[in-house]
């Protein structure tokens, strides 16, 4: 263990800590100018920002939440992987729900696939680091570390990062459909359909066999989400004014 420690100080050296970060964040830059480019209404940065620290807060939560979770059920059992799928969209969620939604800059029902993709995007940050940190320290002095960065970093652009962005995005617009409506219906939905969507992609992606058709899955995940962006946009949109608290 304490090996371990020390290798995984080499991710903290100056330029190595650079390129890792560097590499963790190009990934979430990519769909993060996507989501903005969503948003007809621009986002204070400070709420943006926020958004994205409450995702990285919603990553640690869920990391220890899972680690008791896996007291009860051995990590890497099915069951394992069904209920922290719910946790970690949970907590992305909820963060998000308990300190952007009640703001003022909180005025359109498009804002909730906004905020909630970038709690997404930050929770994979956070993961993409912790990932990537391990993978440049376990290759230290086998091969080049840096390219096998480079490589997970484009794997999880396609895979978990893509995934993120789309399950917040979902169950944001099932959260803007909930307030329009006030049924409970729609987000509770999208909620089970987003846990459900990120169960079967950590299934996938320890299945060899079941990996070919993870992408297809996210794809056309990708092409709802887009059509229910619209959906939003020709929705008269506004929940409060500008200047309410």
Wanted: glycine share 4%; net charge neutral.
């Amino acid at each position: 263990m304490a090996s371990e420690d020390l290798n995984l100080l080499i991710c903290f050296q100056d330029l190595n800590l650079i390129f890792i970060l560097f590499s963790a964040f190009l990934p979430i830059l990519i769909w993060f100018k996507f989501l903005i480019s969503e948003d007809s209404h621009k986002e204070p940065f400070s709420s943006i920002a926020l958004a994205f620290i409450l995702g990285i807060l919603a990553a640690i939560f869920s990391y220890y939440s899972e680690t008791a979770l896996s007291l009860v059920y051995p990590s890497g059992s099915m069951e394992y992987y069904f209920y922290s799928s719910f946790i970690e969209e949970f907590f992305k969620f909820f963060l998000i729900f308990l300190f952007i939604v009640p703001s003022k800059n909180f005025h359109f029902l498009i804002d909730s696939m906004i905020y909630f993709g970038i709690s997404g995007l930050g929770f994979a940050f956070i993961e993409n680091f912790a990932g990537m940190c391990q993978t440049f320290a376990e290759n230290i002095t086998i091969t080049n570390p840096y390219s096998l960065v480079l490589l997970l970093a484009f794997f999880r652009f396609l895979s978990a990062n893509f995934l993120h962005l789309l399950t917040q995005a979902l169950i944001g617009f099932g959260f803007s459909i909930t307030l329009k409506t006030r049924r409970l219906f729609p987000f509770v939905f999208s909620f089970l359909m987003a846990s459900l969507l990120h169960f079967i992609h950590n299934i996938f992606i320890i299945n060899k066999v079941l990996l070919i058709y993870l992408l297809p899955i996210l794809w056309s995940v990708f092409l709802i989400v887009l059509n229910e962006f619209q959906v939003l946009k020709k929705i008269d949109g506004r929940i409060r004014t500008s200047s309410s608290n």
